[in-house]
């Protein structure tokens, strides 16, 4: 097993998402290089994974005294009355001494580049940088970095980074939820819910049953599979790209992007945690697949990365749902106990694993549920409860417990 490196040496940035403090916490403790998230302005998640001015500065102090960086999502597409409130927000964020922002638009990156020249600007997967000549007028408006649009191959990748300037950063996703649409750029929200995924109010609208008719060609086809749910024929499969990380890395991507500032921090964790230990070397791309099947995610595939179109054909399958997320760590096992915060159902009899940064799941069997007056109980069946449990040594705070479904 060898670690992940760049052509000229070093590790590619592993970059996690979050949309509350919780979130910024696990990142950090699962070793997230970077962690982007969204403020109070013009961020395209739903307001509920967008932090206030308050929360950003915290989320700001606590990156940045780990030695992180913070990257704030600007990346709606701006309207009218949204252009003059840029500088005054651009200049917000450089005093909370914001490493980058993301940009989509391209209005917006030329008012916050005029507004604070220093302030890092990178430019959004939504603004669908295709080729080497639009990622050339983007490094001449100031723009540092490129999220590469998703409908890239890595040999596109290759000649992109080739023909473009050498401090130009290439970022591109490597795991997590895909939209069905051009680089996420998608309207069906917007016409079937009235909310618009291009202004962060996406009601996943291409994840919901349709039942296909071709009223006009008769004798032409396309074949869907259906059960008792209906179809999810415009609902794509979830990118997961552990076995192309090397190749990735070799074309000159030097930011590995985890999606998910809507996912849970369990999720975060074992996403983070999984792609830490590959990028150093310590877990096989085997290994890790095995270990990102026990988060909820639909079908995996590999994108456009190796120009197969059977990877991006519709996920027909659902929602792989293998492990529950039982329950954090509040302190370090003592003892041969260890008090816990509930969020799902266990028992005593249960195989419990231990997902603790830096190293793969071990497993134990719990043995004795007490509550919080001390008393035996035979089943956890509450969240947010504080119970007490048998446990092996080595087990730290904020540590999380699960189990197979």
């Given at each position: 097993m060898n670690e992940i490196l760049m052509p000229g040496g070093g590790?590619?940035?592993?970059?996690?998402?979050?949309?509350?403090?919780?979130?910024?916490?696990?990142?950090?403790?699962?070793?997230?290089?970077?962690i982007y998230l969204g403020g109070p302005f013009m961020q395209l998640r739903a307001s509920s994974a967008g932090f206030d001015e308050e929360r950003l500065a915290e989320a700001s102090r606590l990156i940045h005294a780990a030695g992180k960086r913070m990257h704030v999502t600007v990346n709606c597409f701006a309207e009218n009355d949204e252009i003059p409130r840029l500088a005054e927000y651009a200049r917000f964020l450089r005093d909370l001494s914001v490493d980058a922002v993301i940009v989509s638009d391209i209005g917006a990156v030329a008012e916050i580049k005029a507004a604070v020249p220093d302030l890092e600007i990178h430019l959004s997967t939504q603004a669908n940088c295709?080729?080497?000549?639009?990622?050339?007028?983007?490094?001449?408006?100031?723009?540092?970095?490129?999220?590469?649009?998703?409908?890239?191959s890595i040999e596109q990748i290759a000649e992109l980074r080739a023909k473009t300037p050498k401090d130009l950063q290439l970022e591109a996703f490597i795991h997590g939820a895909m939209c069905m649409a051009y680089s996420g750029r998608c309207m069906l929200s917007a016409f079937l819910a009235g909310r618009s995924g291009n202004r962060g109010q996406c009601a996943q609208t291409c994840r919901w049953n349709y039942y296909l008719m071709e009223e006009k060609r008769p004798g032409e086809f396309f074949k869907v599979e259906e059960d008792e749910r209906g179809m999810t024929i415009l609902s794509s499969k979830e990118l997961c790209c552990v076995d192309i990380l090397q190749q990735m890395a070799d074309a000159g991507v030097c930011s590995f992007k985890m999606e998910g500032r809507m996912r849970t921090p369990f999720y975060i964790a074992t996403v983070c945690n999984t792609y830490r230990l590959l990028i150093d070397g310590k877990i096989s791309a085997a290994q890790a697949r095995t270990e990102l099947d026990t988060t909820s995610h639909r079908p995996f595939c590999t994108g456009f990365y190796l120009s197969d179109p059977g990877e991006v054909a519709p996920d027909t399958g659902g929602y792989v749902r293998e492990y529950?997320?039982?329950?954090?760590?509040?302190?370090?096992?003592?003892?041969?106990?260890?008090?816990i915060q509930t969020r799902n159902p266990f028992a005593a009899g249960d195989k419990l694993e231990v997902l603790s940064p830096g190293k793969?799941?071990?497993?134990?069997?719990?043995?004795?549920?007490?509550?919080?007056?001390?008393?035996?109980?035979?089943?956890?069946a509450h969240p947010m409860r504080t119970l007490t449990i048998n446990a092996p040594?080595?087990?730290?705070?904020?540590?999380?417990?699960?189990?197979?479904?």
């Open positions: 590790k590619p940035e592993l970059l996690a998402p979050a949309g509350d403090m919780e979130a910024v916490r696990t990142a950090l403790r699962f070793g997230a290089d970077a295709m080729n080497y000549r639009a990622a050339q007028v983007y490094y001449d408006m100031g723009v540092s970095r490129i999220v590469l649009a998703r409908e890239l529950l997320f039982v329950a954090t760590a509040l302190e370090d096992s003592r003892a041969g106990k260890l008090r793969l799941p071990e497993s134990f069997i719990v043995e004795r549920i007490e509550d919080e007056d001390g008393q035996p109980i035979a089943r956890s040594e080595g087990i730290k705070k904020e540590d999380l417990l699960r189990k197979k479904a």
